[in-house]
Structures are given as structure tokens and as C-alpha cells.
């Protein structure tokens, strides 16, 4: 029960700071000029990422530790299999998942929205259908496959967190300080880090829907397995 209200609490953190930067943030620092910009971003975003990430890490880890613990391995128990092929597969689909967006983000430098959405789309509806045919033995509970892919989800949202998201504003943070404390101009690419920032924000504002609604299927809406 600790383990659930943990995955809980820090998930509402999670979301609800994801949920700022997208519908909050985002549009105010728009309307802030140079000067003021350089005073808010090293006082605000340092306390808001901190907790963002830090949430992020403890949904994830807490959730999968419930998952594999309470549902992998009492579902595998009772179908006289092993557990570590469901984990194995959900690291490794949702990992790969992950990886192939993180490339159209940041190698490929994706610029435009709606481009980056359909890859998404594709991206996780491929993980999601791999996932499900590669754990369809029969002894897989609709828990095990909804949270599998809930939780997939959940663990591109976080991998986006740190590997782009942090990173790009991490970088963005210190030259705003540097600028407010040594008037050091601010580095002409600040503006495509900030865009790579938003887009993997964005894309994190949406895939918070299907993993939620996967979360919740898992155990109100058996159209998965038993």
C-alpha cells in the first residue's frame, strides 16, 4: 500500500508541475521582456525542475516496483512462467520507444509540431502493439499489459525529462544567470535548446493522456486480458 500511495502522491507532483510548464509557463515567459526574463528564469525554473525530474524518477520507480512485484510476478506465478520476460520486453520496446524519439527531437532537429506528433504516434501505437503481441501467452492479466503500456508511456515521459528536457534548460538556466550576473550574452542557439525543450514537453503534455487512461484501465476497464 506505501508503495502505491508513493506512485500516487509523486505522480500528481509529476503531472500537475507538467501540466504548469505547458498551460502556465510556457505563455508567460513569452510575454516577459530580456531584463525580467533574467531575473525570474534562475530563481524559478532551478526550484520547479528540481521537483519535476525528482517526481518523475520516484513515479516511475515506484510504479514499476508495484508493477513487477504485485502483478508481473504474481500473474507469471500463477501461469507457472517467468517474470522477467514481460520486464525484459517492457525495458527494452519502450527503451528503443524512447530512443527513436529522442532521435527526431535532437538529431534530426524536428522543428515543426504537428511532423514530431505523427512520429510519436507511430512511435508509441508500435511499442504499444509489440509489447501486447510479444506478452499474449494467455496468463498475462489485463493489470500486467495495461500498466505495461501505461507505464511505457510513462517511462518515455520520464526519459524525456532527463535526457531533454532537463538538459536543454539546465543550459538555458545557466546563460541566463551568466547574463544577469555578468551581462555575458546569451548564446544564439539558447533559442533552439528552449524549442527542443518545449517540444519534448509538449509531446509529454500528451502522451500524459493515454498513460493515464491505461493506468486507470488497468483495473476499470478489462478490455486488455483477464
Known amino acids: 500500500m506505501l508503495i502505491r500511495w508513493v506512485h500516487f502522491v509523486a505522480g500528481i507532483t509529476w503531472v500537475g508541475l507538467l501540466y504548469f510548464f505547458n498551460l502556465v509557463n510556457v505563455p508567460f515567459m513569452k510575454e516577459l521582456d530580456s531584463a525580467t526574463k533574467a531575473k525570474v528564469v534562475p530563481s524559478l525554473m532551478p526550484r520547479a525542475l528540481w521537483w519535476f525530474r525528482w ?5 516511475v ?8 512485484n504485485s502483478i508481473v510476478r504474481v500473474d507469471a506465478m500463477n501461469g507457472g512462467a517467468s ?12 527503451t528503443i520507444a524512447f530512443a527513436l524519439i529522442f532521435f527526431a527531437i535532437m538529431i534530426m532537429k524536428i522543428n515543426k509540431g504537428p511532423v514530431l506528433a505523427a512520429i510519436v504516434i507511430l512511435v508509441v501505437a508500435a511499442a504499444a502493439y509489440l509489447f ?10 489485463n493489470r500486467l ?21 532537463w538538459r ?14 555578468n551581462a555575458t550574452p546569451i548564446p544564439a542557439e539558447s533559442g533552439a535548446l528552449a ?17 493515464l487512461f491505461f493506468m486507470g484501465a488497468a483495473s476499470h476497464y478489462p478490455f486488455l486480458g483477464r
Request: aromatic content about 14%.
Open 55 to 59: 517526481s518523475a524518477v520516484v513515479t
Open 61 to 68: 520507480l515506484a510504479g514499476l516496483t508495484y508493477w513487477g
Open 83 to 94: 517474470s522477467g520476460r514481460p520486464v525484459g520486453l517492457f525495458f527494452l520496446i519502450w
Open 132 to 141: 501486447l503481441n510479444c506478452n499474449n501467452h494467455g496468463w498475462e492479466s
Open 145 to 165: 499489459l495495461s500498466i505495461g503500456i501505461g507505464g511505457g508511456i510513462g517511462w518515455i515521459m520520464m526519459l524525456n525529462v532527463w535526457g531533454i528536457i
Open 168 to 181: 536543454m534548460n539546465k543550459k538555458i538556466i545557466d546563460w541566463t544567470r551568466d547574463f544577469k550576473n
Open 195 to 211: 524549442r527542443r525543450a518545449f517540444l519534448a514537453s509538449r509531446t509529454n503534455a500528451w502522451l500524459s493522456l493515454p498513460m
